[in-house]
């Protein structure tokens, strides 16, 4: 799907599967009164293969309420934006389930474009905790969490076991091996998501988190970023460019171009998601078998990740809101949230899967996973939150890239958070 971004980048790409994009001129004569019928199901397009067969599954078994996939942009920022795009425009929109990123819950929430969702027909119970708190807002459940995530710091076990090295626990000892083991085995030092995009506000966010800072407190209204914590967070990340042990090109990856350093024999250390892991232990990868995954160090000790993950929504203007929450249910259930695991490679939200030793031992960070997602940190909380996301990518690619000191960058940082949440 990769030419596809290229192809369509800035414009409104849609890439219709299944049963092809004939659902729009049917649309207006068709709503069911008991709100049952045919659906559109939006999601960013990467990492979605999986999907197709299971949406097939459902199709064959629910002919009068088919599901339509529409697969939009793979960066999070470019599909918030044809999504949001998309639930502007009432009368003709086209989405009626959203594959939403976690974060996003509150501004579609806020923005009335998503609507409430009642508790009981979904098994919240069986999902791991943190991930229910990213789909409500102001008490209220309007998404249903679908696909989890936290961030591993990935290593070259080969490489650590030639020096005689444990994997790094913490900054200092991340920032000595990337400096002085990497340049003798040919290897650039660490890297993570440093493009101005949401993976770079991630990857700020961990740094921050992990030095016992914060971002924004009471879902958005006070700023808490001009801090100690912080600029000691944002310092790690900046200090690394200027030493040379985060390889500059770095600052130009997202997840996919940070994974294929790592997988083609490039990089010690990655910070990715899991299914980093997955691919860069594919027998097609240079460094199958040699890839390690330990939590996320910090300051002094294992740091915090951000929650990743998305969650499914209805949107306001939904067409067959009753097949919208049947559809969600199918997809957050047992069979299907196995499947998310083994074949999309993802992180299912269930539970029980964490500990099912046949998964165990076909993805053995699962453990390490659970655990990261069980002490992960949300992303601030805000009805504004693009704006909050885009302000911490400009402000730490600067710090970054040497353009304002880590110190002036919080700073600035804190500025602008306050003036978005004023207005
Ligand atoms: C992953 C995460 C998502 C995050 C995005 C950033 O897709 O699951 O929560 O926003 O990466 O690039």
């Known amino acids: 799907m ?5 192809a369509g980048r800035g414009l409104l790409v849609l890439v219709v599967i299944l049963t092809g994009y004939a659902a729009s001129g049917a649309r207006a004569g068709e709503a069911a009164a008991d709100g049952r019928g045919p659906l559109t199901l939006a999601t960013a397009g990467d990492l979605t293969g999986y999907l197709g067969p ?11 309420e088919r599901v339509t996939l529409v697969e939009l942009p793979d960066s999070a920022d470019e599909t918030r934006a044809q999504m949001a795009t998309d639930l502007r425009d009432g009368d003709r929109h086209r989405f009626d389930v959203l594959n939403i990123d976690v974060n996003w819950t509150s501004e579609f929430a806020a923005a009335g474009w998503i609507r409430p969702l009642p508790r009981d027909r979904f098994p919240l119970g ?9 789909a409500t807002y102001d008490g209220r459940l309007y998404a249903v969490p679908y696909v989890t995530n936290a961030g591993l710091l990935l290593y070259r076990k080969d490489v650590l076991a030639a020096e005689g090295v444990p994997p790094p626990r913490t900054w200092a000892e991340l920032e000595r091996y990337a400096e002085t083991i990497a340049p003798k085995h040919g290897l650039d030092g660490y890297a993570g998501q440093f493009l101005p995009y949401e993976g770079l506000t991630v990857n700020a966010a961990e740094a921050v988190y992990s030095a016992g800072g914060s971002i924004l407190g009471d879902e958005g209204e006070r700023v808490t970023v001009d801090s100690a914590a912080a600029r000691e967070g944002i310092g790690f990340l900046a200090r690394g460019v200027r030493e040379g042990w985060i390889a500059k090109d770095a600052l130009t990856y997202k997840e996919e171009e940070s994974k294929q350093a790592f997988q083609d024999g490039r990089l010690l250390f990655l910070r990715n998601w899991p299914y980093a892991y997955v691919g860069a232990s594919a027998p097609e990868s240079e460094v199958a078998g040699k890839v390690g995954a330990v939590p996320l160090p910090g300051p002094d000790g294992p740091g915090t990740s951000v929650l990743g993950g998305s969650n499914l929504a ?15 249910a199918y997809l957050t259930g047992e069979r299907v949230q196995r499947q998310v695991l083994t074949r999309g490679a993802l992180p299912p939200v269930r539970a029980d899967l964490y500990e099912d030793p046949e998964l165990v031992e076909a993805f053995p960070y699962l453990p390490t996973l659970r655990q990261s ?3 992960a940190a949300p992303r601030p909380k805000s009805p504004r939150y693009d704006q ?6 400009a402000v730490v690619h600067d710090a970054m890239s040497g353009r304002q000191t880590p110190e002036a960058a919080v700073r600035r940082l804190a500025r602008e958070l306050a003036a978005i949440s004023k207005h």
Do not use: C
């Open 126 to 134: 069986a999902f791991l905790p943190p991930v229910v708190g990213t």
């Open 54 to 64: 299971l949406l097939e599954g459902w199709n064959r078994d629910h002919p009068d």
């Open 2 to 6: 990769r030419w596809i971004h290229a």
């Open 388 to 393: 909050v996301s885009l302000a911490v990518q």
């Open 314 to 328: 209805v949107a306001a203007h939904a067409r067959h809101p009753d097949s919208a929450a049947r559809l969600i």
């Open 373 to 375: 997602v069980l002490t």
